[in-house]
T-cell receptor
Framework: GAVVSQHPSWVICKSGTSVKIECRSLDFQATTMFWYRQFPKQSLMLMATSNEGSKATYEQGVEKDKFLINHASLTLSTLTVTSAHPEDSSFYIC?????????????FGPGTRLTVL | AQKITQTQPGMFVQEKEAVTLDCTYDTSDPSYGLFWYKQPSSGEMIFLIYQGSYDQQNATEGRYSLNFQKARKSANLVISASQLGDSAMYFCAMRDRGPGYQLTFGKGTKLSVIP
């Protein structure tokens, strides 16, 4: 299957700092990528849809100014958690559809575990 | 709005036995896709199998098969000959023709394989 990478795999930061997470499609191009958040023992919750060359589409209840998304190229999307607080501690995971069209299989990155102290 | 229901928070299965993980869905769109993903403790989401709403036959991928009953709106995952490495969370997901083609996930089922 297609490969999606994420960096870093884990990060610990102090409250008030910003953290950038990268999501890359390694062997295919992705005009769209998705960012999810997962709390312990819960399911994935879609945060936003990242669109190459245009603004991201955020789900209801997700703060646009806090979770900045940039999709600068066909293989890279970044999520920046600004002024992070302990409640932002979570597992963040990205995905990208492969092969284009409705029946795309979405491949996921390995995830980033964020801990805010 | 689409919805995915997984009613089994946890399941146990003996090694080498088969197990069925339940998934029901609700959508008004006649065109949709159903996916199963495995999430081991490491956190990565591993794609297992896909079923399209217009597919005539049930999908199969190695030891994984999808029991698709369209009229009942169910898409159960069947794992044959369970292995210890199958212990993980399993998520059912659906995509319809909503904007962005994003996935909606069920709450998951934690499968534990007993030696």
């Amino acid at each position: 299957g297609a490969v999606v990478s994420q960096h870093p795999s884990w990060v610990i930061c102090k409250s008030g700092t910003s953290v950038k997470i990268e999501c890359r499609s390694l062997d295919f191009q992705a005009t769209t990528m998705f960012w999810y958040r997962q709390f312990p023992k819960q399911s994935l919750m879609l945060m936003a849809t990242s669109n190459e060359g245009s603004k991201a589409t955020y789900e209801q209840g997700v703060e646009k100014d806090k979770f900045l998304i940039n999709h600068a190229s066909l293989t890279l999307s970044t999520l920046t958690v600004t002024s992070a607080h302990p409640e932002d501690s979570s597992f963040y995971i990205c995905s990208a559809p492969y092969r284009g069209g409705f029946t795309d299989t979405q491949y996921f990155g390995p995830g980033t575990r964020l801990t805010v102290l | 709005a689409q919805k995915i229901t997984q009613t089994q928070p946890g399941m146990f299965v003996q090694e080498k036995e088969a197990v069925t993980l339940d998934c029901t869905y609700d959508t008004s769109d006649p065109s949709y896709g159903l996916f199963w993903y495995k999430q081991p403790s490491s956190g990565e989401m591993i794609f297992l199998i896909y079923q399209g709403s217009y597919d005539q036959q049930n999908a199969t991928e190695g030891r994984y098969s999808l029991n698709f009953q369209k009229a009942r709106k169910s898409a159960n995952l069947v794992i044959s000959a369970s292995q210890l490495g199958d212990s993980a969370m399993y998520f059912c997901a659906m995509r319809d023709r909503g904007p962005g083609y994003q996935l909606t996930f069920g709450k998951g089922t934690k499968l534990s394989v007993i030696p």
